[in-house]
């Protein structure tokens, strides 16, 4: 998902309270931060925050941080939970190819929304579940493994399937049309426009002990 620029972009992220600036700082302390020893769920490729915002505000025992590496991107969810800034609400501007350069044993469940799926065969190891990314997650996960997913592409879900279980997850929950289930679900803005014209969404929960 690509934005125009959006002017003064650096100096919204700057002076935004709920972005953290030095996130690897905060490396295996997080708890710190959110000043709890709450739950810490990762969204990665947070988009405008539409998914975000809602899940604080569902969950306010959870502690909640998104990541996205578009500078516009980061500044139009700013705008969006700015007005509300719950305090269990983070934001960090990196690639997830940083992550463990950020977290340590500290992320309990991973959410991977509507993720770039990389058709071409030549970018698989691009996909946010190909074995490029789940070592990385390894090493944030802070006990059991959890990584939710949400697309609405069918390749990518499949291919996801079978890295996720190639890996040793296991697939306790999935769906191919997410609205017609009772599974608890936040909507992402990318979820909204494919709900409105009618597309089904694919949904799958795999946790790795």
């Known amino acids: 998902?690509?934005?125009?620029?959006?002017?003064?972009?650096?100096?919204?992220?700057?002076n935004c309270s709920f972005v953290i600036k030095n996130p690897k700082e905060y490396k295996g302390q997080y708890n710190k931060l959110f000043n709890n020893e709450n739950d810490i769920h990762l969204e990665i490729g947070m988009g405008k925050g539409?998914?975000?915002l809602d899940m604080a505000l569902k969950h306010p025992n959870i502690n909640f941080i998104g990541i996205e590496k578009y500078d516009s991107i980061v500044c139009r969810a700013i705008q969006k939970i700015e007005p509300i800034s719950p305090s269990n609400l983070k934001i960090i501007v990196t690639d997830a190819l940083e992550l463990a350069d950020?977290?340590?044993?500290e992320i309990t469940t991973i959410y991977l929304n509507f993720s770039d799926p990389w058709p071409k065969k030549k970018?698989?190891?691009?996909r946010l579940t190909s074995i490029t990314f789940l070592p990385i997650y390894d090493?944030?996960?802070?006990?059991?493994?959890?990584?939710?997913?949400k697309t609405d592409n069918i390749s990518l879900f499949e291919s996801?399937?079978?890295s996720l279980s190639k890996y040793g997850y296991t697939i306790e929950d999935i769906s191919l049309d997410?609205?017609?289930?009772?599974?608890?679900?936040?909507?992402?803005e990318y979820e909204q426009k494919f709900m409105n014209q009618g597309a089904k969404i694919n949904y799958l929960k795999a946790v790795k002990k």
């Open 1 to 14: 998902m690509r934005l125009r620029n959006v002017k003064n972009a650096t100096s919204i992220i700057e």
């Open 50 to 52: 539409s998914f975000l």
């Open 102 to 105: 950020i977290f340590s044993k």
């Open 123 to 126: 970018h698989a190891k691009r």
């Open 139 to 149: 090493n944030i996960f802070k006990d059991s493994k959890t990584i939710i997913q």
């Open 160 to 162: 996801s399937i079978i």
């Open 178 to 188: 997410l609205a017609n289930t009772d599974i608890e679900n936040s909507l992402t």
